[in-house]
């Protein structure tokens, strides 16, 4: 009752402020932010391995360091991929129900590949990946 | 009219997508690490497969573009550089320095003897 919205502006949930159009653009930044050092840390982290035998990418994946930003990279590029995929289809695809669609397959997608990834990655942390 | 910001912007779009992709290979890469020697010996015959290695030169040039031209968005998005000559020339910029980052990572890349995986 004290919100300045109007009751129909809640129900159509339409307009910037407070939408989740804002959500969307600040997490994009977010993300964005925190990519740029991860991202970079990956690929010269990856290429300054001596090579790229199992032996050596589980004792580099072994170490704390490396588990705490690797863990960090994956969720953050996921969700960051998961924020422009949608974008991406919301922008070209018009048809409602294709659209839906595609939504929901992108969005479980990427929530598959998260925790694949952290389950991959905290598995040959601790030492259990045979 | 500015086609250049078009161009950036698709290209930016695609990257994306490029790297989104990018995030499956990763992912296997991950889990047959996990999987124990003999699941990591048999992705690294798939992941050393000829065709594969465009796909990785590929990703790596779409890391440096979509690396680069995030990080103009997000000095876009402080209100600086944002005239119409200064994104035509931070563009170019982008260009450049993407191609000479892809070379550089590149040629590091080589250095596994072809075989990115």
Not at chain 1, 98 to 116: D, G, N, R
Request: glycine letters at 8%; charged letters at 10%.
């Amino acid at each position: 009752m004290n919100s300045l919205r109007s009751p129909l502006r809640r129900v159509t949930g339409l307009g910037a402020a407070g939408s989740e159009a804002v959500h969307h653009w600040w997490m994009q930044r977010l993300t964005s932010i925190a990519l740029v050092p991860l991202s970079v840390w990956f690929v010269v982290s990856l290429l300054s391995l001596p090579g790229l035998d199992r032996a050596t990418v589980v004792t580099w994946m072994m170490q704390s360091w490396t588990v705490v930003l690797l863990v960090l990279l994956v969720l953050v590029a996921t969700w960051h991929s998961q924020l422009g995929v949608r974008v991406v289809i919301e922008d070209y695809v018009h048809t409602t129900g294709t659209k839906t669609l595609m939504l929901v397959v992108v969005t479980f997608a990427h929530a598959l590949i998260a925790l694949s990834a952290v389950f991959a990655i905290l598995k040959v942390a601790f030492g259990s990946a045979a | 009219m500015s086609r250049y910001t078009l161009v950036t912007s698709i290209v930016n779009r695609f990257s994306g997508l490029l790297l989104s992709a990018g995030l499956l290979l990763l992912v296997y890469w991950l889990i047959s690490v996990a999987g124990g020697p003999k699941a990591y010996s048999r992705a690294r015959a798939l992941l050393s497969l000829p065709p594969l290695q465009f796909i990785y030169w590929g990703l790596l040039v779409a890391f440096c573009y979509h690396l680069l031209a995030g990080i103009r968005h997000l000095i876009w998005d402080t209100g600086h550089a944002l005239e119409r000559s200064q994104a035509q020339r931070s563009s170019w910029l982008i260009g450049l320095l993407t191609l000479a980052l892809a070379i550089a990572l590149g040629l590091w890349l080589v250095r596994f003897g072809g075989h990115a995986a």
